[in-house]
């Protein structure tokens, strides 16, 4: 993902209960515990929107045989905190954050309970509500080409293509995307994908005095036998961007912008989707993917929101000596950090960050955010013990923290090169290095004046 500072972003499940008399609650207090009484509730709550008929995990956990078949292996995952997929730390000693998926310890303690007295199914009832399968209640949605990528990075990006697609929302008045969700078409090929806003009639960033529009027509024209053009940076060489409304990685589900909040789409905007296509695998030569992105719209906010992507390791790469993090280590370590002033705010702006989307790649760790008000000790704002590559997802802090002038954000990155014999090289694919914090802010609407 590419790094952004604050000052260009500015331009612009249902908890079911379990009918149950006093005898039955008697026998799930003082015997074992069960599928049916206890469970299938615990289930209810974190688990079944994916795992169930038409969610989106292979295994179901609404049927007491099939959870007992794998209930060694969910013990296991639970206990590890693989799952729920919530990477977050959400224990409350850093960063509080909404609908948080996490187990509680005694939860995870009653899982192990259940599988060491045997996995027994207890009294066999219905769920009284069952929690729908997540959906998004969508007015717009656009579909990328069908489009068979192939690994053309280079040493940034061995096994890995990044290419963009003009997308065009409906013509209308100003609207504000309140909320969008990514359906890949093939999963294992999608790393990740940004849509960037884009003014068509703007004045390019490459100095050659072109518009936007001139500039991704060019890119378009360069490879006419392919769909797209390649873009490692926001939405190709050259072109100026406004915002970027959605960001996406493996994980990720659908995203409500808290906060009474939109990202701002004036008239005339084009939408320029980014994807990240990951070729490293074996079985995904010769693949094609065709991916829906859907977006709720407003014509009303109370807050304009906006991304910041901030990655210095991948900015280093900009120097004659970009930072490399060295090989054969069981734990190293790169750290960062941002100001307020070096983010481009001034002495009247009070940002507030929503919401934080940590991001490294397969090397990855732990990771870490803190924030500094000025004059008062740090405090830990974001905490990942488990980092997995393959869920990644934004996290909504439950209350926004202020960000001022004098602020200053710490991301500590953590990796395992135990595996390489090589430095490993900052870079856009999935053999190579990021540590980046994406950043969801928000402004009142009468700040930006729309």
Not at 144 to 161: M, N, R, S, V, Y
Request: a negative charge; charged letters at 20%; aromatic letters at 8%.
């Amino acid at each position: 993902m590419h790094a952004r500072t604050i000052a260009s972003a500015v331009l612009l499940v249902v908890h079911a209960s379990c009918a149950s008399d006093s005898t039955e609650q008697a026998e799930a207090v003082s015997g074992p515990p069960t599928y049916y009484q206890d469970m299938l509730p615990l289930f209810a709550e974190h688990c079944l929107a994916c795992h169930r008929e038409g969610g989106i995990a292979p295994l179901r956990l609404d049927q007491y045989a099939e959870a007992k078949q794998f209930a060694g292996a969910i013990e296991q995952a639970t206990r590890e905190r693989r799952m729920p997929p919530w990477a977050i730390t959400s224990d409350g000693q850093c960063g509080q954050f909404r609908d948080s998926l996490a187990l509680s310890t005694d939860e995870i303690a009653r899982i192990a309970e259940w599988v060491r007295a045997g996995a027994q199914d207890g009294t066999a009832r219905e769920l009284e509500a069952s929690p729908p399968p997540p959906a998004l209640a969508y007015d717009a949605e656009l579909e990328t080409p069908e489009f068979q990528p192939e690994a053309q990075g280079g040493e940034l990006a061995l096994h890995d293509e990044y290419r963009c697609f003009p997308l065009q929302l409906p013509a209308g008045p100003m609207q504000f995307i309140t909320a969008y969700e990514v359906v890949p078409g093939t999963p294992e090929l999608v790393h990740h994908v940004i849509v960037e806003i884009v003014n068509p009639a703007d004045t390019a960033d490459d100095g050659s005095g072109r518009t936007n529009a001139e500039v991704m027509r060019a890119l378009d024209a360069a490879s006419p036998e392919r769909e797209g053009w390649p873009c490692f940076s926001g939405a190709g060489p050259g072109v100026k961007l406004e915002a970027s409304p959605v960001v996406w990685a493996p994980g990720q589900g659908i995203v409500r912008y808290p906060a009474g909040s939109g990202v701002a789409l004036l008239p005339g905007r084009v939408l320029v989707a980014q994807f990240h296509y990951n070729l490293a695998g074996p079985d995904s030569q010769g693949l094609s993917d065709q991916t829906k992105l859907r977006f709720a719209l407003s014509s009303e906010v109370e807050n304009v929101g906006f991304f910041a992507l901030l990655d210095p390791l991948i900015e280093s790469l900009d120097s004659d000596t970009p930072i490399t993090l060295p090989a054969a280590r069981a734990s190293t370590t790169y750290s960062w950090q941002r100001t307020g002033a070096e983010l481009g705010l001034d002495t009247q702006t009070t940002l507030q960050l929503q919401g934080i989307m940590p991001h490294m790649h397969e090397l990855g760790r732990k990771y870490r955010l803190s924030h500094r008000a000025r004059g008062e000790p740090a405090v830990c704002a974001a905490d990942v013990q488990r980092w997995d590559f393959h869920w990644q997802r934004m996290y909504f802090l439950s209350e926004s923290l202020p960000i001022t002038l004098g602020s200053e954000l710490s991301v500590s990155c953590e990796y395992d090169t135990s595996s390489v014999t090589t430095p490993v090289r900052p870079g856009w694919g999935t053999r190579n290095e990021m540590c980046s914090a994406i950043m969801y802010f928000t402004l009142p609407r009468a700040a930006f004046g729309l």
